[in-house]
Structure formats: structure tokens, C-alpha cells
Nanobody, 124 residues
């Protein structure tokens, strides 16, 4: 079993930056794929970014490509999401998710462990 705890959310002005962290505990961290998803009020949860267990494969939603960067530190059991040039439309609850395997899918149903989420609010 993997437990995921996110942190780093907050209120930031448009154009600002935040770094989200997700600490995993439980089963071997290094053999799981990790993803970040977000959900705004009234909208479905959507894929933001993902990273394979080696870090060799990453994926980004088109809406964040070039602004967000995902990374992981297996020694610290932590995955990060560096968010730059934030926009009001990035406002959402951000969730860390985990799955076994090496693929980096963009579908929520393919991740079986989820954190509680951290709120990101971008003011205009």
C-alpha cells in the first residue's frame, strides 16, 4: 500500500510560481509511476503531469507544457511539481496519484492510489 501526502499549495498572483510536493510512504517508491492531477470546482479531474519510476519518461497536459516541470527524488520518496507562470485558470485542487508499472497514463482510472489534495489559487 502506498500513502501519498501533498503539500505546497497556496495563494499566488498570476505570473507567480509554486512548487508542490508529494511524499509517498508504504511500498517501494521507486517502482511506481506518479502523476499530478487537478480538479476545479464543477469540473472533472484532469491530468496535469506524470513521471515514470526512473524519471526517464514524463508527460504533460498541453495546457501546462512549458510552464510546469515534474521531477522525483526516489531517495526522499518525493515527487515535485514546479509550477511557473501561473494563470488564474490553474486554480484547482491538485492531487498526487500513484500506480504500478512504467507507463505514464493520463487517465484517472489507471491510477489506484491518491492523496488528499492541496489547493492552488491563482489571483488575477
Amino acid at each position: 500500500q502506498v500513502q501519498l501526502v501533498e503539500s505546497g499549495g497556496g495563494l499566488v498572483q498570476a505570473g507567480g510560481s509554486l512548487r508542490l510536493s508529494c511524499v509517498a510512504s508504504g511500498r517501494t517508491f521507486s517502482t511506481i509511476t506518479l502523476g499530478w492531477f487537478r480538479q476545479a470546482p464543477g469540473k472533472e479531474r484532469e491530468f496535469v503531469s506524470g513521471i515514470s519510476w526512473t524519471g526517464g519518461a514524463t508527460a504533460y497536459a498541453d495546457s501546462v507544457k512549458g510552464r510546469f516541470a515534474i521531477s522525483r527524488d526516489n531517495a526522499k520518496n518525493t515527487v515535485y511539481l514546479q509550477m511557473n507562470s501561473l494563470k488564474p485558470e490553474d486554480t484547482a485542487a491538485y492531487y498526487c496519484a500513484a500506480r504500478s508499472g512504467t507507463a505514464v497514463p493520463r487517465t484517472t482510472g489507471l491510477y489506484d492510489k491518491w492523496g488528499q489534495g492541496t489547493q492552488v489559487t491563482v489571483s488575477s
